[in-house]
């Protein structure tokens, strides 16, 4: 074995310096090199998965644990496969590293017609990838080790993804050891501009007698969620999250947390406190239409502050060259505590203990109630889109929980291979997922990858047979043919998987049987293996919040 340092070593040297431990992906022969790199480094391990779209789906849930992730694939066929991953990555601030292995130099240049080439055209890849990455570069002996510190960089400073061609004949090249860190310091804002925000923003706060945070997901992404909290508990400011903040990883047990915030919804108590806030500070809200009425809000009045990741706006004020990490330190340093009337009380509703009703079939409602009685401290829960991210709104996760979904992407299929990249990332902790059945058809044999690593998430798989979020959206309220979903035996897949061993399923029906299943999940868990509990549920059965959405949705399209 070759003891050489080299292009491919540098790679993986500055990956886990990053706190990169695992590289997913599927073999393909210009990706050998590498491939040959990884399996012979003593730090970083390889994950493989069923197919190059599993590796960048798994590679984003691995990244929101640990920070980063990467995958390697193959060009042209590879990376097509995976670029709905890393479009997904871009779309919701995760940073994902995506290699794909080319053939050699000499074949890129003079368009050599190889296979998994378009007519020996290599252009259209990078092309294509250029539209949803932050940076990209096409490793050279003359460039290699200063291309990948700079996509590197912009992939931890920007939290997006990037891209990077390592052909055949590269990667295997000498290259000297790193010998200085990665320039990741975070931006600092302009401290004129930074002075001038402050002097407009703190006789604001100092003035306003019902202040409120409003949080987006970008928080998260940015690793600015302590901060937040911290300004919270200096200040006193009670914070709601909108629809897509989930996963921001705010504490939801935190005193002065109210709750989420959902426009239009009539009645919700989150509403009514945010909006009859006379000082309203929102933080990273994404004007889109998962987050739709957060951008209702008049952004030159001087009664909405909107603070960005770089940029703050203030009663028609803009600073372009300040940073929301900066802005949160200095008002934690310089605002006083004040204790508020608008309190959490007002807007958190009183949980009632889950008593299962014996033979009653299980409903949604009913679901999401005994759902989020089962969850612990710590736990990482992924949620499918859809009913089941409806559902998991009105779930108050407990502390240190953490919930990971694609609010703005949406990927049918994402969580179950998000779920097992999560898992990989940290297995100290407890995963769920929940997921219908037609997202889990969709990536279903992710699940033998999950076996193969000896890894034991919880699984509670929807079935009821169809696309329940498409003809539950219908305006005109039918149900069609090409939103049905075939039936399968889900809980008896570890027969078809040969891991009868690692994998507990378990089919239920009635809220006693799920009662009972939630028992065996929990021992099943003290053995290591792996839970599936198939829940059946009527095919129209929907969560109330999302029958309440619709309703108002439908109103407004009359």
Known sequence: MSTQYTVNSYLLDRLKELGLGHIFGVPGDYAFPMLD???NNQDISWVGTCNELNASYATDGYARIRGIGAFV???????????????GAYAEWVPVVAIAGTPTTQALKTGQATHHSLHGDFSVFPRIYKEFTVAQALLTPENACQEIDR???ACWLEKLPVYIQLPNDVGGLPAQPPTKKLALSEPVSDPTQLASLLESLLPLLSAAQCPAMLIDSPVGSFHLTELVESFANKSGIPFAATFTAKSAFLDQTHPQYIGTYQAGMEGNPVNQLIEAADLLLRLGIQHDETNHGCAAFDLRSPDVVDLQIKSVAIAGSDYPNVTLRDVLIKLSEQVPHREFTFSSQQARTTSVPFEPQHDTPIKQDRLWQRFGDFLQEDDVVVVELGTC????????????????????WEA???????VFGANVADQSRRHLLVVGDGAFQLTAQELS???????NPIIFLLHNNNYLIENAMRVDGKQMYYNEVQSWNYHQLAMVFGQTQKLLGLKVTTES??????????QAQTEGRCVLIEVMLAPKDVPSQLAESLSLLKREQK
């Open 513 to 522: 049987e799920l009662e009972t299943a939630l028992t065996q999940a929990a």
């Open 412 to 418: 049918i299929g994402y969580t179950l291979p998000a």
């Open 389 to 408: 991210t409806v559902g998991a709104t009105g779930v108050t996760m407990p502390a240190r929980a953490r919930i990971i979904t694609q609010h703005t």
């Open 151 to 153: 996509v590197l960089e």
């Open 37 to 39: 790199c990884i399996e």
């Open 73 to 87: 694939v193959t060009c042209g066929v590879g990376e097509l496969s995976a670029s709905c991953g890393v479009g």
């Open 449 to 455: 990858t999950i076996l193969r690593h000896e890894l």
